[in-house]
């Protein structure tokens, strides 16, 4: 069991990149792959203090929100170093919310200064501009896009900006700038982030998140995946979400890491060449991402009668799994340490090959409310089906178990938000009246206090009998079936009812009405694997897969 003591958090993570900034100055520290844009530790740091020089010139002070709209990239993260270094507030926004509701979450947010990738800004620039908004910036090379009255006079009609910054920056800095020159610091008790969980124009939740939370969540990952300085990662998950944003910079960039970023929508062959190019210590995924792997490139060998039948023989079984761990390593780069997934349950089949061959696994479990985190471990101690154990100063408790230890999961510690920005409604509903946050979910803890997710307070069904059934239990056995992609369990007048779409990579040469007998089969070896009391009904065939979240969660909502 991995100890994971209550402690005093030590240091702001601005502190930790200070520190790393000294003695990695020229080294590599931010790369967007396959693009000439690179910025070593040192240029890294220029490039914030010059940001915080136009910060100056533009009327911006410490508290003020500026928003944060784009794909990953090289920028993005200096512009969001920048404004947690000025102890400005970074207000991130998914990139692939509707242009619509981007400028009504500027608006809500009370945002003044924009900085915007090049895909939004195509659809957003028809848009009206909040009436606070100062200024946009490309993410591009920080030309301005949008200027209010006030500021197209301070610019004089510059539009790169370049005359404005270089002559304040030098004036601050008359001599070239050295690693001495260099302290970042904030306030970790001040608001340092608001995070929008969705787009939705009715009363949007921006998650409100302090200095102590991200830092705490640095710290986290620093002691349960420890890196050497100059290691490297593939950033792949949206930064504006709380899963990429801390795991895939925060935490490796405080650590000394050379992160390259995937600038456009990866492809699985560009997914997999990058990590063959870049050699990741670590890659931070989805579930989804692994299962692909699986069941194109493992799956058609181990379903195989000879490999099962060896496959838990002493000897010969070992040899099998130290084969199988050397090729899937060796698809992720060859130098892999840690693979480390989150935002969705893994397929057990799937989960239990990679805990059968030692891969470095581990799932853990958050939410963007905890900045993320919530429970994890290092890939030595992870139990299987489990996300983990409470996290370092967070603590774990379930709501009203019922007999089976089941209830729903609160949650209490430094990552826990402050609320969300002007919905006190929305605050107050998520929290007991003693201070825990609800999660949610519903769950269980074992004596070793594990977190064992069974679902969503939402998603449950109730029997007939009184039972909870948990649709995503339910799925979790309908995936394994032959020619399944995908699976979403509904409820309807009482009865359950599996909507599937099929694996195309099987049923592409089959008809409608042979995968349909390939489904009814299916069903029948289901309802063989569940209680009595959760049987499905019947079973439908969706013509394209799920619409998803940007954690690559179904959007159940939809399904009905």
Known sequence: MHPNPVFVMKQHYLHYLTEVMEHQWNDPALTDYNEDHEYTFGQLAEQ???????????????????????????????????????????????????AEDIAHLLEHSDSELLFVGPYVWKDLQHQTMPAKMKAALSLED????????????????????????????????PHPLESEDIHFAADENRLALINYTSGSTGSPKGVMLNGMSLSNNVEVGMKMLPVEPGQRLVSMLPLA????????????????????????????????????????????????????????????????????????????????????????????????????????????????????????????????????????????YFKARSGGVPVMNMEVKIDEPNQAGIGEILVKGENVMMGYYKNEEATKAAFTEDGWL???????????????????CKTMFLGASGQNIYPEEIEDKLNNQEAVSESLIVEREGKLVALVFPDETLTKRMTPEQILQIMKANLAKLNNLIPGYSKVADIEVQDKPFEKT???????????
């Open 48 to 98: 914030m203090i010059r940001l915080h020089v136009l910060f100056e010139q533009m009327g911006i002070k410490r508290g003020d929100k500026i928003a944060l709209c784009g794909r990953n990239c090289a920028n993005w993260a200096v512009a969001y170093l920048a404004i947690a270094a000025y102890e400005g507030v970074c207000v991130s926004i998914l990139q692939d919310f509707m």
């Open 241 to 380: 979400h709380m899963f990429g944003q801390v795991c895939e910079l925060l935490y490796p960039l405080c650590s000394g890491t050379h992160i390259y970023f995937l600038t456009k929508s990866p492809t699985p062959s560009i997914l997999l060449k990058a990590l063959k190019d870049v050699q990741p210590y670590l890659v931070v995924t989805v579930p989804l991402v692994i299962e692909k792997i699986y069941k194109k490139n493992l799956d058609p060998t181990l379903s195989k009668w000879a490999i099962r039948s060896f496959w838990h023989i002493p000897g010969i079984g070992s040899l099998l799994h130290r084969r199988v761990r050397s090729a899937l390593k060796s698809a992720f780069g060859g130098k892999l340490r840690y693979f480390i997934c989150g935002g969705a349950a893994m397929n057990p089949v799937v989960e239990k090959c990679l805990m059968d061959i030692h891969f470095p696994l581990s799932i853990g479990y958050g939410m963007t409310e905890c900045g993320p985190l919530i429970g994890g471990n290092p890939p030595k």
């Open 142 to 173: 920080w030309k301005v896009l949008y200027s209010n009255d006030e500021m197209s006079a301070l610019l004089n009609g510059d539009a790169s900006l370049n005359d404005v910054v270089d002559k304040a920056f030098k004036a601050k800095y």
């Open 438 to 456: 609800r999660t949610g979910d519903l769950g269980r803890l074992d004596k070793k206090k594990n977190i064992y997710i069974k679902g969503r």
């Open 550 to 560: 940007p954690k690559r969660s179904i959007k159940r909502f939809l399904y009905k």
